[in-house]
Antibody
Framework: QVNLMESGGGVVQPGRSLRLSCAASGITFSSHAMHWVRQAPGKGLEWVAVIWNDGSNRYYSDSVKGRFTISRDNSKTTLYLQMDSLRAEDTAVYYCVRAAYDKYQFFFDYWGLGTLVTVSS | DIQLTQSPSFLSASVGDRVTITCRAS??????LAWYQHKPGKAPKVLIY???TLQSGVPSRFSGSGTGTEFTLTISSLQPEDFATYYCQQVNSYPRVTFGGGTKVEIK
C-alpha cells in the first residue's frame, strides 16, 4: 500500500525558516521524480518544486525560487522542502506528490494528505 | 506560463445528473492534460490523464475529451461520492505544470 506522509508544518513568523519532510512507503521511491504542490486557504492547487529521481535536477516555481530548496534521500525514501525567508503568502497546505509516466506524458498518481504551514506574526 | 481557465467555478447538481466541466488553455497543449478530484481533508486523486485515459480504479462514469486548447471532464451520472472540487492540470510544460482554478460540485 502506497503511503506519502508529510510532516514538519506549523506556525512560523515571517522571515523565518521551516523544513518539511515526506516519508514514502509502498513505492519504488528512487525511480520517480517527486514534487511539492501547495494549496493556500480558499485557493486552488499551485505547483511548487520538483526533484528528479536521482536528485540530478531541481526546478522551482517563480514564487519560491531562491527561497525554497527541494531535496531527497533515497536511502531513507524521504523527500524534503527547506523553506527560508517565509512570507505570509506561503501559508498553505503542502502536498508531497509522486510523478508517474504513461502515454508519453507525466501525471501525479500519488499524493500525501498534506501538512499545513502558517506564516504569521 | 500556460494558464488554464476552468468553467464553471461552481455548479450545483443532483444525483443522476450529467455534469460537464470545461478547461481552456492559454496556448496549444496537445493532449497533455489531466483531471483531479479533491475532497476536503483528503489527498487529491487523479481521475484522467493524457486527456482521456482513465486512471486504474476510477469509475467509468468519468470521461475526458478535447485537444489543443479546449478540454472537458464529463460525469455521466453524478453519484453522492462525486461531490468534490475538480482541477485540470497541464503537463505540456512539465515539470513546470499548472492547474486550473477548480470547479466545486455541490448538491442541489
Amino acid at each position: 500500500q502506497v503511503n506519502l506522509m508529510e510532516s514538519g508544518g506549523g506556525v512560523v513568523q515571517p522571515g523565518r525558516s521551516l523544513r518539511l519532510s515526506c516519508a514514502a512507503s509502498g513505492i519504488t521511491f528512487s525511480s520517480h521524480a517527486m514534487h511539492w504542490v501547495r494549496q493556500a486557504p480558499g485557493k486552488g492547487l499551485e505547483w511548487v518544486a520538483v526533484i528528479w529521481n536521482d536528485g540530478s535536477n531541481r526546478y522551482y516555481s517563480d514564487s519560491v525560487k531562491g527561497r525554497f530548496t527541494i531535496s531527497r534521500d533515497n536511502s531513507k525514501t524521504t523527500l524534503y522542502l527547506q523553506m527560508d525567508s517565509l512570507r505570509a503568502e506561503d501559508t498553505a497546505v503542502y502536498y508531497c506528490v509522486r510523478a508517474a509516466y504513461d502515454k508519453y506524458q507525466f501525471f501525479f498518481d500519488y499524493w500525501g494528505l498534506g501538512t499545513l504551514v502558517t506564516v504569521s506574526s | 506560463d500556460i494558464q488554464l481557465t476552468q468553467s464553471p467555478s461552481f455548479l450545483s447538481a443532483s444525483v443522476g445528473d450529467r455534469v460537464t466541466i470545461t478547461c481552456r488553455a492559454s496556448q496549444v497543449i496537445s493532449s497533455y492534460l489531466a483531471w483531479y478530484q479533491h475532497k476536503p481533508g483528503k489527498a487529491p486523486k487523479v481521475l484522467i490523464y493524457a486527456t482521456s485515459t482513465l486512471q486504474s480504479g476510477v469509475p467509468s462514469r468519468f470521461s475526458g475529451s478535447g485537444t489543443g486548447t479546449e478540454f472537458t471532464l464529463t460525469i455521466s451520472s453524478l453519484q453522492p461520492e462525486d461531490f468534490a472540487t475538480y482541477y485540470c492540470q497541464q503537463v505540456n510544460s512539465y515539470p513546470r505544470v499548472t492547474f486550473g482554478g477548480g470547479t466545486k460540485v455541490e448538491i442541489k
